[in-house]
């Protein structure tokens, strides 16, 4: 069936960094735009960055901008987030999520993973 | 940037009330707002994309209206499976920022 799996989090000291990865699978991975959305513990949900499905555009909110990087890999069905210079505020969990529409401008995020944590802390 | 707002921040009702969430624009969005639904734990689930078209699998009972900046979500009959709360998404910036409003929890009165 459809589905997008989440690894990679943990906890991490202040200034480091860390890769978080989502594997799909039951769908055609490389026709699809493919968003981060973090959630900080007992708060809201707040978009990351998107990807074009053929990762030709990339877009992340100011909170992440220069930091943080997303990529994918069409041949291996998996999408990235690279973390940079991580902060405290940056404590969330980490879902993935596919756009709705296939080859087509990002709208709404049809398909979620389940999530992982990354705890910022010393 | 466009802000998102959401009214009200919880409400509180019974099985087979029905609910009404609203959700606000800073500005005009055209119809590019989805609503999700998210239970404590789980990650959100799409209900409503493009302001009023029901995604696949969602009960008839939900239902999304509004355009420019004013939308709402409608449960016509709230049931013991939807006290969760309901989070607005825009997708209309250029370049693309998809704002999440702050979220409204329905919680059994």
């Known amino acids: 069936q459809v589905q997008l799996v989440e690894s990679g989090g943990g906890v991490v000291q202040p200034g480091r960094s860390l890769r978080l990865s989502c594997a799909a699978s039951g769908f055609t991975f490389s026709s699809y735009g493919m968003h981060w959305v973090r959630q900080a513990p007992g708060k809201g949900l707040e978009w990351v960055a998107v990807i074009w499905y053929d990762g030709s555009n990339k877009y992340y909110a100011d909170s992440v901008k220069g930091r943080f990087t997303i990529s994918r890999d069409n041949s291996k069905n998996t999408l990235y987030l690279q973390m940079n210079s991580l902060r405290a505020e940056d404590t969330a969990v980490y879902y993935c999520?596919?756009?709705?529409?296939?080859?087509?401008?990002?709208?709404?995020?049809?398909?979620w993973g389940q999530g992982t944590m990354v705890t910022v802390s010393s | 940037d466009i802000q998102m707002t959401q009214s009200p921040s919880s409400v509180s009702a019974s099985v087979g009330d029905r609910v009404t969430i609203t959700c606000r624009a800073s500005?005009?969005?055209?119809?590019?707002l989805a609503w999700y639904q998210q239970k404590p734990g789980k990650a959100p689930k799409l209900l409503i994309y493009?302001?009023?078209s029901l995604q696949s699998g969602v009960p008839s009972r939900f239902s999304g209206s509004g355009s420019g900046t004013d939308f709402t979500l409608t449960i016509s009959s709230l049931q013991p499976e939807d006290f969760a709360t309901y989070y607005c998404?825009?997708?209309?910036?250029?370049?693309?920022?998809?704002?999440f409003g702050p979220g409204t929890k329905v919680d059994i009165k």
């Open positions: 999520a596919r756009d709705l529409q296939a080859v087509a401008a990002p709208d709404a995020f049809d398909i």
């Open positions: 493009a302001a009023s």
């Open positions: 500005q005009g969005i055209s119809s590019w």
């Open positions: 998404q825009q997708a209309n910036s250029f370049p693309p920022l998809f704002t």
